[in-house]
């Protein structure tokens, strides 16, 4: 199973803390630093305030040579999809071809509210996040030379040259999350590399995974070409007293994390990956809630990650 970090930056960080995390989890061995994609805090006064997903990966880019770098989920209702794949695919190539992109509908009204971005209603969102996905993959699946045209309802693109294009072998690869029964698990099965469950107990994960699977079927793909994966907050101690202090520092209940997170001594966090690992999925994101507790993602690289080989 691989391990990734997944930052809520919105929460409050500067790009200084971001790299900060992303150096770490270069140095300890993780596979991959993300982040999500949002412009307001949930909680909290959110100081010193949002940074930007796209520019905070650019900037990792330059300063990281090995991790991948990615977004759980760059919001579809913030960017128009042309200049999306354009701003992806240049980040592709400043990173050396180890970017991957994660893109939902977007959901957060209040973020919307706040920084002026149009929010149409759930029907809307879902009818140009799709249209997003096939401007996008689109525009990078152009061959060079020819151009790209697309005439949705949302979106239209006339004589595009579809560049710049992505620099690693076989193209960017596209995640595609989220609990939905029926156009989910389409889209994800015609469009993305990767489904992931955002927070979800085990037995959720297999039942969605499934879905997914039965949709790659009736789409004509082999559902073994889908990465299955799970995002799970993260707070483990080596003894009660560094659990409780962690959770405490991002204002959870020890018991909570417990049965939602992968939360506990080292050995209990293997114990539930296993679970997740037996429901399917082969990669987790490990939502690191404290930027500043970089032992905490040394624990985990040196107690939990080997005995997960």
């Not at 949705?152 to 995640?175: C, E, F, N």
């Amino acid at each position: 199973m691989q391990l990734r970090i997944f930052t809520e930056p919105q929460q409050g960080a500067s790009y200084d803390d971001l790299l900060a995390v992303a150096r770490r989890a270069e140095e300890t061995g993780y596979d991959a630093f993300f982040r999500s994609d949002h412009y307001l805090a949930m909680a909290g006064d959110g100081l010193p305030g949002p940074t930007d997903a796209w520019v905070t990966l650019a900037g990792l880019a330059r300063e990281t040579s090995r991790i991948r770098l990615g977004t759980l989920m760059t919001a579809a209702t913030f960017r128009l999809p042309g200049p999306l794949a354009i701003s992806v695919a240049q980040v592709d190539a400043m990173s050396g071809g180890r970017v991957e992109l994660g893109i939902g509908s977007g959901w957060f009204e209040a973020e919307h509210e706040a920084y002026g971005i149009p929010f149409p209603e759930l029907g809307e969102r879902f009818d140009r996040y799709e249209e997003q996905l096939a401007v996008v993959t689109g525009l990078w699946a152009t061959p060079p030379g020819e151009t790209f045209d697309f005439a949705g309802r949302h979106y239209r693109l006339t004589g595009s040259p579809a560049l710049p294009k992505p620099v690693q072998p076989g193209g960017i690869p596209v995640l595609v999350g989220g609990s939905g029964a029926r156009r989910t698990p389409r889209l994800a099965a015609r469009y993305a590399a990767e489904f992931n469950v955002p927070f979800m107990s085990a037995e959720e994960n297999a039942r969605l995974f499934a879905g997914v699977r039965s949709a790659c079927e009736e789409a004509g793909r082999d559902p073994s070409s889908m990465v299955f994966s799970s995002a799970l907050v993260l707070c483990v101690g080596r003894d009660d007293a560094e659990l409780a202090r962690r959770a405490a520092a991002i204002g959870r209940d020890v018991d909570e994390l417990r049965e939602h997170g992968v939360a506990g001594s080292p050995a209990e966090a293997v114990d539930i990956l296993g679970r997740y690992a037996d429901a399917g999925a082969t990669r987790v994101y490990l939502q690191v809630l404290d930027l500043a507790d970089l032992d905490h993602l040394d624990l985990v690289a040196a107690e939990v990650a080997p005995q997960l080989a």
